[in-house]
């Protein structure tokens, strides 16, 4: 099946600092989203984007879809950026499921 | 507007029970996905319904079923728990197929088996 990787698996920066956070994956896909996963366990909706680059406050993404890989920078971070960042996507052909990555762990102290 | 409301938000359940967890989605949405997710890992697909016909199941036993009402809300059923079950379990809705539109995600619902 495929493959979704993230990288690195966890960050920790300093408050005001900027992160890029990468996903790479294994064959083409449909669809693609980022989602924050906060402490409490909550799973929020950043992107959806299959190609191109979205902005949205202090935070972007860019999608290479032939490349395969996706990138979400996330600028001047504050505390309340801290979850789990994950990655998912839904393979060409594939039954609607969004494949998840690990994830990436993100520490911002203040 | 109301998000993805789940219910119960904690439950506990002995070995060999079973367990109905319920989905409302976002009002206008078609589309109700479940996923597992256990501590430590991403998300795990285990079904997606649109238009209240099944479109996706995931790796998951028999024991897993669910279903989609005329309002749009959702049912998943787990029968003969398993202490492995134990997860949260995460209700997601869009407004169309899921390669066309994003996913919304509830608080979901913690399981505990013992």
């Known amino acids: 099946g495929i493959q979704v990787e993230q990288s690195p698996p966890d960050l920790i920066l300093q408050e005001g600092a900027n992160s890029t956070l990468r996903c790479n994956f294994s064959d083409s896909v449909n669809n693609l989203q980022w989602f924050h996963q906060n402490p409490w366990g909550q799973l929020i909706n950043l992107f959806y984007i299959p190609s191109g680059t979205k902005q949205n406050g202090r935070l972007s993404a860019t999608t290479v879809a032939t490349e395969r890989y996706s990138l979400l920078y996330i600028s001047s971070s504050q505390t309340t950026d801290s979850g789990v960042y994950f990655c998912a996507v839904e393979l060409v052909g594939g039954s609607e499921k969004l494949v998840f990555g690990k994830g990436t762990k993100l520490t911002v102290n203040p | 507007d109301a998000g993805v409301t789940q219910s119960p938000t904690h439950l506990i359940k002995t070995r060999g029970q079973h367990v109905t967890l319920r989905c409302s989605p976002i009002?206008?949405?078609?589309?109700v996905s479940w996923y597992q997710q256990v501590l430590g890992q991403g998300p795990q697909f285990i079904f997606q319904?649109?238009?209240?016909?099944?479109?996706g199941r995931g790796n998951f036993p028999d024991r897993f079923s669910a279903r989609q009402f005329p309002n749009y809300s959702s049912e998943l059923n787990v029968n003969a728990l398993l202490l492995g079950d134990s997860a949260l379990y995460l209700c997601?809705?869009?407004?169309?197929?899921?390669?066309?539109?994003?996913?919304?995600f509830g608080n979901g619902t913690r399981l505990t088996v013992t």
């Open positions: 009002s206008g949405h078609k589309s």
């Open positions: 997601a809705s869009s407004w169309g197929r899921s390669r066309n539109s994003p996913l919304h």
């Open positions: 319904y649109y238009e209240k016909e099944e479109r």
